[in-house]
C-alpha cells in the first residue's frame, strides 16, 4: 500500500536534527512491511498530478492558516476536493484536518479562546474513554462541512475529528507527535504561545498519550478495500 504524504509544513529548524521533520513523523507513526510512503511538499508547490498514484493520502501540519493567502493552499483545497470526490482515503491531521474542512465547504478560525498544547483529551465516538492525544494549535474549525459526522470533540475544540463520508477522517489533535517532541516545541515556542500555556503543556506531559497510529492504519486499510471492492 502507498500512502502519499502531503507535506503543508516544517518541524522548527532547531529540532528538525533531533525530531525528524513532520513527513518522517508520519511515517514513523504509520510505518509497517507493506507500507510505502512517498511526500509532496506542497508548501512550496510539489504536488502529485492527480489524487490515485497513492492508495491514500496523509495531509500534515503547518504554521500557516488555511485561510492565509497563499497560491499553494488554495491549490491544496482543489486537490482535496478532488481526493473527496473520487473517494481516494484521505486523512487530515491539525492543518490538514482544517484544510479538509476549508476545502469540502467548512469554515475555520483562529480560536477566540487561545491556544491548545499539550495532552487532551477528548470523548470519541465509538471508545468508552476519553482519547489521550497531544495537541498544538490555535486554529479550530468552526463550522464543520454539512456531511461531517463530528467523532471526537472536547469542551475546548468542539470539532475535533470528523467522518466525511466513508473515505475521509480528520482530527485535530497530532498523533503523529511524541511527547519528548512537545516538551522541546513548548521550550521553543515558548515566546509564541506564551508562559502559561507553555507551563501547563509541559505540566500535561506527565501521562502519556494513546498510540493512535493502528486507529488511523485501519481506517486506512478499511477505506482502500472498500474503494477495491
Known amino acids: 500500500m502507498k500512502i502519499g504524504i502531503l507535506q503543508t509544513g ?9 525530531f525528524g521533520d513532520y513527513n518522517e513523523m508520519f511515517m514513523a507513526l504509520l510505518g509497517r512491511p507493506d507500507v510505502v510512503f512517498e511526500t ?11 489524487p490515485d498514484i497513492a492508495d491514500a493520502w496523509v495531509v500534515t501540519g503547518s504554521r ?8 499553494w493552499i488554495a491549490k ?12 481516494v482515503p484521505l486523512v487530515g491531521i491539525c492543518f490538514g484536518h482544517q484544510a479538509v474542512a476549508a476545502a469540502l465547504g467548512g469554515t475555520v478560525e483562529k480560536f477566540a479562546g487561545g491556544w491548545s498544547c499539550g495532552l487532551q483529551h477528548y470523548d470519541m465516538v465509538g471508545r468508552p474513554a476519553p482519547a ?14 454539512k456531511d461531517a459526522e463530528v467523532i471526537m470533540s472536547s469542551d475546548f475544540c468542539r470539532y475535533a475529528g470528523m ?4 473515505f475521509t477522517l480528520t482530527i485535530q489533535a497530532h498523533p503523529e507527535f511524541t511527547p519528548d517532541f512537545v516538551r522541546a516545541l513548548a521550550g521553543a515556542r515558548r515566546d509564541v504561545v506564551g508562559a502559561a500555556v507553555a507551563d501547563a503543556a509541559l505540566a500535561s506531559l ?7 497510529g493502528p486507529y488511523l492504519l485501519d481506517f486506512i486499510d478499511g477505506a482502500v478495500a472498500a474503494r477495491a471492492a
Open 10 to 18: 516544517r518541524s522548527p529548524d532547531e529540532l528538525r536534527d533531533e
Open 76 to 87: 491544496l483545497k482543489a486537490f482535496l476536493r478532488h481526493v473527496h470526490q473520487d473517494r
Open 163 to 166: 467522518r466525511i463520508g466513508d
Open 206 to 212: 506527565t501521562a502519556a498519550p494513546d498510540d493512535f
Open 132 to 145: 489521550a492525544l497531544l495537541a498544538w494549535h490555535q486554529d479550530q474549525v468552526i463550522v464543520p462541512p
Open 40 to 50: 509532496f511538499a506542497v508548501m512550496v508547490d510539489d504536488f502529485p498530478n492527480r
Open 64 to 71: 500557516c492558516g488555511v485561510y492565509d493567502g497563499f497560491p
